[in-house]
């Protein structure tokens, strides 16, 4: 496969827009790239797949040349053998993930361009983040309490959105490798071999590779997953990333006393999380917090044997503390007795080793048994570290205090033995039918679930205040209560084994109500963790209400406020330095009411939260759940955090991290730093530096926001929630049915045995919509909303226009959505609408999303001014440009197949094309759900 020069222009989307001479070097690794999949394609299958996949190849670029009808193109595949369908499928899914792997060389290629011209730091960058702060010259008391209790902490979770292989991502990952070798003009690999003869025998490899699993993943293979990104990258960046951030902040602000914890510490779902996932169980639980500890205690037993070879100091040659000597003798070996840092060395490694005896399910490599006690606490093991850098630094070797040992001493303030926070979620519902059995089997009440909303509170409380448990060892409880139990408990062992910052979050999804919060409360009570009868009511566990429908976050700050009134949760609060975390949830938000009502919904939401905060006097930290797609919150992250209202950052900020956003951004160290100092420097930026910019306009702006998001949700509403037969036209139109079959994560894709699109979860809902190109959760409402608005009066339109050029909200509203948009095809969207039976509800549904999909690009050309809907975003317009239509036999094969699959063809393979064409179109886009 090679790449076509002379495109002509789609759209508009231009080769002027996109820089043909700027982007000349990635368009020539696409073409090595294309060349080397191509060859690999007709050695592999000969030249009749060959040829059929060059020819699928050329007929899309004519289509995007509008020299033929796509329907031309549609009939290429008619009939297609199967045989030859897999591997054209297998062919374009390639090249478009090689082609991820050359837009990301070349945005490194840009950076480097960039920083050699001596230009000023990028935006998102925490270097540019820094001259800002410098310019506004802030008062040092306002920093320090600002950033008094800072965290900023990348949540990684297990949605089922990466389609990706692990095989088949360290595979890329080499390919990335090689790649970036030759953009640096090498032509051999450090090894000494070729370069290209490497990536032939890659892309063979890959080629060779099954793209898809036969089986679903088990959530103890996501487990490990999740936890691989540790030594990819974590280890390496994330003590960095603190340190720096630590010491630049100290050197502008001394007398502040900044940072005394790491701000950045991750944090994980991925065990933990069982709201609708039946297969999280104590045991996993365990696994989860177990595991997390073994990554933690092995990294630190790699990095001491390496710290041992190097700290080969004698005693002869250098003076030490009295403190290092000390520590040296604790080591009973008569060898290296000249070597005391040596000798130090090996007692913190003989009692961590103990400590991993402890705490540890078995024994990872490179133990060492010196029978001395173990650490009772992370604090006590880098005590021990400190002394060694303290001797290090008074006896003239700083370089070798600033080198290894000082990245280990920054890891173990960050990851302790825990390694990241597991947070335990649970819907809502689960937790009221638990407690009210466990209510009625104590006695305490027969139908807890009969009460008012007072009645329950009062209830809660007053069993809160009692030391007794509701339950006792032998207490008869249903399959669901015990299970329940068991996981807090497993949760509870973790705090008390690995620390309290092993899980330090008790999420409440669908909490509506105060006794929400109470219910999961009792549980944590049941389980030993929260301790209300005492003086002074304590929980190590947070309790964190989820506000997920627009409804849920408009009532979010009366719930928690209501909360805060109850004496007992008031002391819980303070328990914990006046911290309160709320959860926002953006996928069921914007399934409930559409992209501009739920972004609107959620922007209310903190803004609210924030004034109950103040009223209140806690501190409040917000944690966003958001998905990789915008119709589920994603978006670049420093422009979703610089879009978040006055106060609502406050020098804290959780994030959910989810499915191929997670290998996107992580993956590696490069890449790891460079989206984590993102999330850093927008954090930064929006707790310390005026970001939204209206001003004494702020109220206009809101009330304007107000009137445009609830005509958004009425036509979205009515599209949805209101069209006769549009679940039908749903299912039929997309692939979400499929999707279950699609082995990418442990999780059910509806949270209910029902087929309602309530029930439905937002990543197949938005996935479906994805493959089918229509990508309505990510704009559908906003062009009606718009164009009605502006209708009702004079100016109105400028009035938009000027909030769009101040206001970073509505900037990123409009941008996120243009991306959307232009990944969005109404041409492909009509292929998939065929396959709707009942013509009648075809046309009644499809033809409402075309008015509403033109309507809305015609507003945004309106309001920005830009013909181009990617006039703000040039990577992702040569992304567009390069790529696209390459997506469009993807498109056709998966409709072919689904017909036929639909229509009775039972042949294993025919399934097989359906999920290879989802995940070939999941890792073209980008961002699958």
Sequence with gaps: MTEVTDLAPIGAVTRTQVGREATEPMREDIR????????????????????????????????????????????????????????????????????????????????????????????????????????????????????????????????????RRRTVFETQHRITELMRLRMHGLSQTEAGRDIDSELQRHILTLWQTALIRLSRLKIQDEIAVGLRYYPAAFFDVIPEINAEVRTALRRRWPDAHLLSQPILRPGSWIGGDRDGNPNVTAEVVHLATSSA?????????????????????SIRLVTVSPDLIALAELCGEADRADEPYRRAVRVIHARLTATAAQILDHM???????????????????????????????????????DRLYRLREAVRVFGFHLSGLDMRQNSDIHEEVVSELLAWAGVHPDYRSLPEHERVEVLVTELRTRRPLIGDGAELSELARKELDIVTAAARAVRVYGPEAVPNYIISMCQSVSDMLEAAILLKEAGL???????????????????????????????????????????????????????????????????????????????????????????????????????????????????????????????????????????????????????????ESTLLDVEGLGAAADTAYEILDDLAARAQRTYRELVHETPGFVDYFKASTPVNEIGALNIGSRPTSRKPTTSIADLRAIPWVLAWSQSRVMLPG???????????????????????????????????????????????????????????????????????????????????LITGHEDLLADNPALARSVFNRFPYLEPLNHLQVELLRRYRSGDQDELVQRGILLTMSGLATALRNSG
């Design 32 to 163: 090595l790239l294309g060349a080397i999949l191509g060859d690999t394609v007709r050695e592999q299958c000969g030249d009749e797949v060959f040829d059929l996949v060059e020819r699928a190849r050329v007929e899309s670029f004519r289509v995007r040349r509008s020299e033929i009808d796509r329907a031309e193109l549609a009939q290429l595949f008619h009939g297609v053998d199967i045989h030859q369908a897999i591997p054209v499928i297998r062919a374009f899914t390639h090249f478009a993930l090689l082609a991820n792997v050359a837009e990301d060389i070349h945005r490194e290629r840009r950076r480097v361009i960039h920083v050699a011209a001596g230009a000023p730091p990028q935006d998102s960058s925490l270097a540019a983040t820094y001259l800002k702060l410098d310019a506004a010259q802030i008062d040092s008391n306002r920093v320090a309490h600002a950033l008094a209790g800072a965290l900023v902490s990348p949540v990684i979770t297990a949605h089922p959105t990466e389609t």
């Design 293 to 313: 500890a073994l990554t933690a205690v092995t990294h630190y037993f790699e990095q001491l044997v390496a710290l041992e070879q190097e700290l080969s100091l």
């Design 364 to 402: 990872p490599e490179h133990d060492l048994d010196l029978g001395l006690a173990p650490y009772g606490t992370p604090d006590e093991f880098l005590a021990d570290l400190d002394v060694v850098d303290a001797s290090l630094r008074a006896h003239g070797s700083v370089v070798l205090a600033d």
């Design 530 to 684: 929260l301790d209300a009868s005492r003086p002074r009511p304590f929980c190590p566990v947070g309790i964190v209400p989820l506000f997920e429908t627009i409804d849920d976050l408009q009532r979010g700050s009366a719930i928690l406020e209501a909360a805060l009134e109850i004496p007992l949760y008031r002391a819980l609060v303070t328990a914990r330095g006046e911290s309160q975390e709320v959860m926002l949830g953006y996928s069921d938000s914007n399934k409930d009411g559409g992209y501009l009502a739920a972004n609107w919904a959620l922007y209310r939401a903190e803004l609210d939260l924030v004034e109950s905060a103040r009223k209140t006097g806690i501190r409040l930290r917000l944690f966003h759940g958001r998905g990789g797609t915008v119709g589920r919150g994603g978006g670049p992250s420093y422009d979703a955090i610089l879009a978040q209202p006055p106060g609502a950052v406050s020098g804290s900020l959780r994030i959910t991290e989810q499915g191929e956003v997670i290998a996107a951004k992580y993956a590696e160290p490069r890449t790891a730093h460079r989206n984590l100092e993102t999330l850093l420097a927008a954090t930064l």
């Design 779 to 861: 704009w559908y409402g906003t062009g009606t909303a718009i164009e009605q608005w502006i209708a009702e009066g004079d100016g109105r339109l400028e009035v938009l226009q000027q909030l769009y050029r101040q206001w970073p909200f509505f900037q990123t509203v409009l941008s996120n959505m243009a991306q959307v948009l232009a990944k969005s095809d109404m041409g492909l969207a009509a292929r998939y609408a065929e396959l709707v039976e009942d013509e009648t509800l075809r046309h009644r549904v499809f033809d409402k999303i075309v008015a509403e999909h033109d309507k809305t690009i015609a507003m945004h050309q």
